[in-house]
């Protein structure tokens, strides 16, 4: 990145553009319970949420958590929302937000991180392979209710 790159925690006046992000992502309005689970991240004890700011203008958001007993985890981190503006993606805002978020796991004694990725999202499985993730011993399962 040629100009300086700040993560700092995310703050409550960051809601609307970290939507506003998610919405260029996605390329359609977030549901409104979307937003209510950035609430609650950013009211979380146990949380970790940042972004990544650039000449004043955030660019991208982490939200993640270390959960405790989880599917029989102990003290592990979970990535559970990452967005990057997609007017940057490429220029290593991604990267540097997850090494902020892993140093700030590895600061709170956690060492295993997971997260959840569509087996169709190409451009974001081969972007965790690259920061270092891998399979894991868990498949996620699914039922519809009718």
Avoid: C
Wanted: charged share 25%.
């Amino acid at each position: 990145m040629t100009t300086e790159l700040h993560i700092r925690p995310v703050r409550t006046s960051d809601v609307t553009t970290v939507v506003q992000i998610q919405e260029a992502i996605i390329q359609r309005p977030v549901a409104p319970g979307w937003i209510k689970l950035i609430e609650l991240q950013l009211a979380k004890h146990d949380g970790v949420s940042l972004v990544a700011e650039q000449r004043g203008e955030v660019i991208g958001f982490f939200f993640g958590e270390i959960k405790h007993g989880d599917f029989g985890l102990e003290h592990a981190g979970w990535i559970e929302m990452f967005g990057v503006n997609p007017k940057v993606m490429g220029q290593g805002v991604g990267r540097s937000l997850a090494d902020a978020a892993m140093a700030k796991f590895r600061e709170r004694g956690v060492r295993d991180i997971y997260t959840a990725v569509r087996w169709d999202s190409g451009d974001l499985l081969a972007f965790f392979k690259n920061i270092g993730f891998s399979l894991s011993n868990y498949i996620n399962l699914k039922t519809r209710l009718e």
